[in-house]
């Protein structure tokens, strides 16, 4: 049986991914503009505590769940595993109810620490109203990955990828749709927009339920199994092996998402004690978590894509023991995904201001240079999900979770002083160096226990930093002549201009890539190590 290559898994697996987060990009502008810069603040608190909340109630228990179905029907005890699904459900539900009550209780005393004690009250009131609607999603959030552990654990990816394309179309539509009747037909206040947008993940959830409830009715039916057949469960044995299985992906979530906690609660309050205004402070808190945060994650599909797909392949080396192609699997995953992403970052970070102001319009200026930092931060975040999913399968946990706490340590000890000594900057820039050292301490694991010297790459990645600056040069030479201006050009103009000098930097890197012959000895590698022709 042929397999498929590492880089054709990879790409497949993010083309959902990507269709997910363009989606999610696409919707900030016409948001923005129904709700306004300064409302926008709000969403964005919520979004960020809501993200994180999800991943500390639910990571690891629905991967959990995904592979004891998966174990169950890999044995054809359909009994077994149907049961398990049943139970899992329960848990689930539990685990939003509890989430649901804690978080709507709990929202008076989390409020302060979000906007910062200074705040107004105004601030504080809708503050506490985002939170509420975040406890809501919290308990529909939770059912849903229930079913969706379902459809992963007997491998319906179809199901499960168009169930978070659906849900993301459901939850647009009805966050812009009834926010324009809200606004713009009702004339309720801008901020309406911003609650209809925190209750738009309860709705599209529950159609997202409601569409795997009727595929997994049809799925269970085709099994003609004998419902009258009783099948015990040991839950104590049970909870055991969901628990084995889920806690260390809860510890390695929950500490891949405190370096953004540390800006949510951090940010407000030390930017009001050097006494910037509170409209500033929510408009430069939107423009760092929010707006610029949907554009650098552009790259990061091609992180996430690639993650998901080197589990098997490194997994299979592993047990083989063959550390030749162990050492080339890696190797391969880190040059393609900076092969991809290089230029996505360059271009990121060479044009940030016209590319701002073509997505949001408002605030180019201040957008453009914030998202120039966040596009350094960008390259990182490319490589190091790839880093930490090749120690969690090398079955290295203790050294991730010690280099996530440790990069935790270094954001949340540096935080301030470089928000104080630079501004508002120093948030992104405390990121950049919590990375760094993220990036690091994993390469230099991967080396000591593994042997790995890194020369390959590092002779390939020289040649696409090549590629690179000379990218670079041909768009700065753009900029120069004058050739963008986004206050004489408008939205549509200087989309027009960034198709043109974007492209025309783009064919520069291509085009030295393959002078260089990356390409090439990619696709050479890769024949080698597979045996294909």
Request: glycine share 6%.
């Amino acid at each position: 049986m042929n397999k498929r290559s590492l880089i054709l898994s990879g790409l497949t697996s993010s083309l959902g991914i990507f269709i997910t987060k363009a989606i999610g990009i696409l919707y900030v502008s016409p948001f923005t503009q129904i709700a306004g810069q300064a409302n926008t603040a709000y969403y964005s608190y919520g979004y960020t505590f809501y993200d994180f909340m999800l991943q500390l109630a639910i990571a690891g228990i629905p991967v959990a769940a995904a592979t004891l179905i998966s174990r169950y029907a890999a044995k054809n005890d359909i009994a077994m595993m149907l049961m398990i699904n049943r139970f899992m459900k329960r848990v689930l539900f539990t685990v939003g109810i509890v989430f649901f009550v804690v978080i709507y209780l709990t929202a008076p005393w989390i409020v302060p620490f979000i906007i910062g004690r200074q705040a107004s009250q105004e601030s504080y009131a809708i503050t506490l109203v985002v939170l509420r609607f975040v406890a809501l999603a919290m308990f529909i959030t939770p059912v849903l990955s229930s079913y969706r552990s379902f459809m992963q654990g007997l491998k319906e990816m179809r199901h499960y990828a168009f169930s978070q394309v659906f849900e993301q179309i459901i939850r647009v539509a009805f966050l812009l749709g009834v926010s324009v009747l809200f606004v713009n037909v009702f004339n309720y206040d801008r901020i309406y927009a911003v609650y209809i947008a925190m209750l738009a993940a309860s709705i599209a959830g529950i159609f997202a339920i409601v569409d795997l409830y009727i595929k997994e009715r049809c799925i269970i039916k085709s099994f003609n199994i004998d419902k009258s057949v009783a099948v015990p469960l040991n839950v104590t044995t049970f909870l055991k092996e969901i628990f084995a299985i889920s806690i260390p992906f809860l510890i390695v979530s929950v500490l891949s998402n405190l370096e953004a906690m540390v800006t949510l609660f951090g940010f407000n309050s030390t930017m009001l004690s050097l006494g910037v205004k509170e409209l500033d402070v929510n408009l430069l808190f939107t423009v760092i978590m929010f707006t610029t945060k949907k554009l650098v994650s552009i790259p990061h599909v091609l992180a996430l894509g690639f993650s998901i797909a080197i589990i098997p392949y490194i997994s299979e080396a592993f047990t083989l023991n063959n550390r030749p192609a162990l050492r080339n699997h890696v190797y391969d995953a880190i040059e393609t995904v900076l092969f991809i992403g290089l230029p996505m970052v360059a271009g990121l970070f060479i044009f940030s201001k016209e590319i701002y102001y073509v997505f949001y319009v408002d605030y180019a200026f201040i957008g453009g240079e914030v998202l120039k930092t966040a596009s350094i931060q960008s390259l990182l975040s490319v490589v190091s999900p790839v880093l930490v999913n090749i120690l969690i399968v090398l079955q290295l946990r203790r050294k991730v979770v010690s280099s996530l706490a440790l990069a935790f340590i270094v954001k949340l000890a540096i935080f301030i002083p470089l928000i104080m000594f630079i501004g508002y900057q120093g948030a992104v820039v405390s990121s950049i160096i919590s990375h760094i050292v993220l990036v690091g301490y994993n390469l230099l694991t991967l080396k000591k226990l593994y042997g790995f010297n890194y020369s390959r790459v590092r002779s390939r990645v020289f040649l696409m930093l090549i590629a690179t600056l000379s990218m670079g040069l041909v768009g700065y030479f753009f900029l120069l002549v004058g050739w963008h201006n986004i206050v004489i050009d408008g939205r549509w103009m200087t989309l027009a201009k960034l198709i043109v000098s974007g492209g025309a930097s783009l064919a520069t890197y291509l085009g030295l890539s393959w002078m260089f012959g990356l390409p090439q000895m990619y696709i050479l590698q890769r024949k080698k190590i597979h045996g294909t022709n």
